[in-house]
């Protein structure tokens, strides 16, 4: 059959020449026009740590945006962004930043439980914004903001950055092309070792926030709890209150791409999994296998934080899709391309970034009212099958998806976590 006939070396080149002018074109978006001294984008913060900090540095030294303001429950944090950009003014709250009307867009890193609040908040203020990744705590949340993005037409960004990077877009373009034949099978992983930020965490005891913490705030819609230095900063991703550990925040980037190439429709999945390496403050798996049905090719994904070998030695994260002509294997270092052939050698495409063509291109937007690279329809479909990995795992069984109305049908436990109880009075807006 014609689909399983095998990829030459040859018909792979000329589609490379093709697929490279493809991929630069996708990526550059809609060109800028000259901009004057008015024209700049005035941009807001809200979340100036670790990856909210990134961001502050990077559009800072951008020359067609200019620094507003910045919100973060951690004055020490401020005082590093205002450290860094002394003209910028500073808010404990979110809210209080989202009423200045000089500030035309938001940039989102908080963590993962207060995206959806914050960003409607800033869809109804009339701002475009740049969230981080997942779009939302939960499924249910996710779909509200895509409501309010729609009813408020505001550009929104979602940070899974490798949609603008060029090298991916060329991939995906191959696959979705039909050049490597039939994808049965795709492979997705995240592995950390011993020696990784992700590792063991210890049991500290609760104590008093550090100076400057205005703890309630930052728990905001979660419950409340005593302070606890494994549930604050970084360690926020390994407790179901704020997120859903690395299989829905760093899984998030192999998802969209997957759902980007091989469409978003998932049928059933089942996790396997558990904290067997650590005995330490994390409520999420330390190792996890997930199966994704989906018509016509099974889809995996492995978790591990107590090894990190790569079957490959490249990096702490990969995508494998396996086609009747050909194999290809991507990550940020860039792509391989395994040829059915067994006489050709593999075939190596270098990655050309994705961090700045992502942020570039939300700004574009903002200018041009087009939607943005990860817009947050396509956010809010990439991030549910870590959602529904982490739901599987948590009732301890298969569940089925009805991807039509984003529902589990004749399943009230699995039902009840596709979204969450709020606290007083951090409700999640209506749209």
Known sequence: MKTTSRLTRREF????SKTLALGAALASGPALNVLGANDKIRLGFIGVGGRGFDHFKQFQAMS??????AADASQPKLERAKAAASQIRTYKDYRQLLESKDIDAVVIATPDHWHAIQTIHACQAGKDVYVEKPLGHNIREGRAMVRAARKYDRVVQLGTQQRSGPTWIEAVERIKSGEFGKISLVRTWNCWGLE????DMGNPPDSDPPPGVDYDLWLGPAPSRRFNPRHFDFYFYYHWAYSGGMLSAWGVHLFDVVTWAMGPTINAVTTVGGK?????ARETPDTAAVTFECPGYV?????RHGNGKDPWGEMDHGIEFYGTKASLRINRRGYTVFLEDARSEPLKVQDRGQDTQHKRNWLECIRSRKRPNADVELGHLGSIPGHLGNIAYRVGRRIVWDGQNETIPNDPDATALLGRTYRAPYL???V
């Open 13 to 16: 080149v000329a589609a490379s």
């Open 64 to 69: 067609d945006v200019e620094l507003v303001a």
């Open 196 to 199: 990784s930020i992700h590792a």
């Open 276 to 280: 067997f390496v650590f005995s330490d």
């Open 299 to 303: 889809w995996t994904y492995e978790l």
């Open 428 to 430: 999640l807006p209506e």
